[in-house]
């Protein structure tokens, strides 16, 4: 049963980078046919998707997000992080990270599962 | 704006039926296409009930069934329950790209 659990600050100040990681369990982080994702929820709103890396370190972000964003990938530890720069209260989320499922090439199917969330909080 | 648009409530009674629709841009929501709904209650991390459009994980209720026409997907929950409460999203990705999508959510309530 493949696991995912986020970790890292719940207060970061703004200005500062905010930084997560997530731990794998119960799957192959490097098998094909999966890319790992981070994924927020602002208050108020709805699922905003943040990126995605596979194990080998090739990523895609969201545009809106991309001048703020690197995600890199620990394979031995089966892990993967979320580095966001520059971060204002406007970043104030639950970040989910989850396992991304792809087809082809690299055209994103489905996300399963999702890890519980973490509460980061942007203030000074 | 969410690329994908769906209403943002929806409401019925216990028992009834209800679908909640995911319309996409010109070039977003074609087939092929992977098109995923995930249930998300406060607090708990979202789950997939619904992935390439009509097929359902292991575990998920055959109360839940997704559809598409054109440019609109569409998942129906059939027999209403309590638990059946809470916020839905659609997903997919944007066509000539990686980019993922997600819709706006829609609150289901059930009276």
């Known amino acids: 049963q493949v696991q995912l659990q986020e970790s890292g600050p719940g207060l970061v100040k703004p200005s500062q980078t905010l930084s997560l990681t997530c731990t794998v369990s119960?799957?192959?982080?490097?098998?094909?046919?999966?890319?790992w994702t981070w994924i927020r929820q602002r208050p108020g709103d709805g699922l905003e998707w943040i990126g995605h890396?596979?194990?080998?370190?090739?990523?895609y972000y969201n545009p809106s997000l991309r001048s703020r964003v690197t995600m890199s990938v620990d394979a031995p530890k089966s892990q993967f992080s979320l580095h966001l720069n520059s971060v204002t209260v406007a970043d104030t989320a639950t970040y989910y990270c989850?396992?991304?499922?792809?087809?082809?090439?690299?055209?994103?199917?489905?996300?399963?599962?999702w890890g519980q969330g973490t509460v980061v909080l942007v203030s000074s | 704006q969410s690329a994908l648009a769906q209403p943002a409530s929806v409401s019925g009674s216990l028992g009834q039926s209800i679908t909640i629709s995911c319309t996409g841009a010109?070039?977003?929501?074609?087939?092929?296409?992977?098109v995923s709904w995930y249930q998300h209650h406060a607090g708990k991390a979202p789950r997939l009930i619904i992935y390439?459009?009509?097929s359902r994980p292991s575990g998920v209720s055959s109360r839940f069934s997704g559809s598409m026409s054109g440019r609109t997907a569409s998942l129906t929950i059939s027999g209403l329950q309590p638990e059946d409460e809470a916020h839905y999203y659609c997903?997919?990705?944007?066509?000539?790209?990686?980019?993922?999508?997600f819709g706006g959510g829609t609150r289901l309530t059930v009276l």
């Open positions: 989850a396992r991304l499922r792809i087809q082809g090439a690299a055209a994103p199917t489905w996300i399963d599962p």
């Open positions: 119960g799957a192959s982080f490097s098998g094909g046919g999966f890319f």
């Open positions: 890396i596979y194990y080998s370190g090739s990523a």
């Open positions: 010109s070039d977003d929501l074609r087939s092929p296409t992977y």
């Open positions: 390439d459009v009509t």
């Open positions: 997903s997919s990705y944007k066509m000539t790209s990686t980019l993922v999508m």
